[in-house]
């Protein structure tokens, strides 16, 4: 398994993109039954009517916003999916793939921050900012294990520039 020799990457991968599945999924089906299950989720119309009714926005926009976000937690699992084929595949370029989608969801969690204030909800205007260092401290641990795999690469004997310059014989 090629995923098991960056196993810092690969757990990153598979919970980030865990998390932006089922969080998009919670937008579409938060306590509704699903078959086998009730899921029970976050009740975030009673949140977006509280909101929407502070901004004195029409309700009738609440679904579509939250449509709107599920697809864009959509969008960020996405990134993850692209690094972690290209991590089962050991193809080049994972490291540069999670960094871009570990931005991607930086970049999503400053918009939901943005809207914590605006709304002046506190409590999830803190639980996004923890979800931004969390995606740094991922963003740091993807870069060392990137880094110490390259040095490790270097002693390898496969490696085309081993002795450089080149031993006298």
């Known amino acids: 398994m090629h995923a098991l020799r960056q196993p810092i990457t690969a757990v990153v991968i598979i919970f980030w993109f865990s998390f932006w599945l089922l969080n998009g999924l919670d937008k579409f089906f938060a306590r509704q039954d699903i078959g086998l299950l009730r899921w029970w989720g976050n009740h975030r119309v009673e949140k977006f009517t ?83 260092g969390v995606l740094l401290m991922s963003f740091l641990a993807v870069s060392a294990e990137s880094f110490f795999r390259h040095l490790r690469d270097l002693d390898s004997p496969s490696t085309i520039n081993r002795h450089f310059p080149p031993k006298a014989q």
């Not at 709107?68 to 991590?87: D, I, T």
């Open 50 to 132: 509280m909101y929407f009714d502070r901004l004195s926005l029409d309700p009738a926009f609440i679904q579509a916003t939250l449509v709107f976000a599920g697809v864009v937690e959509f969008a960020a699992a996405a990134f993850f999916v692209v690094a972690g084929v290209r991590l089962v595949q050991d193809k080049p370029g994972v490291a540069y793939r999670t960094d871009v989608a570990i931005t991607v969801s930086i970049v999503v969690f400053l918009g939901f921050t943005i809207f914590d204030v605006v709304v002046g909800d506190r409590a999830e205007l803190l639980e996004h900012s923890t979800y931004i």
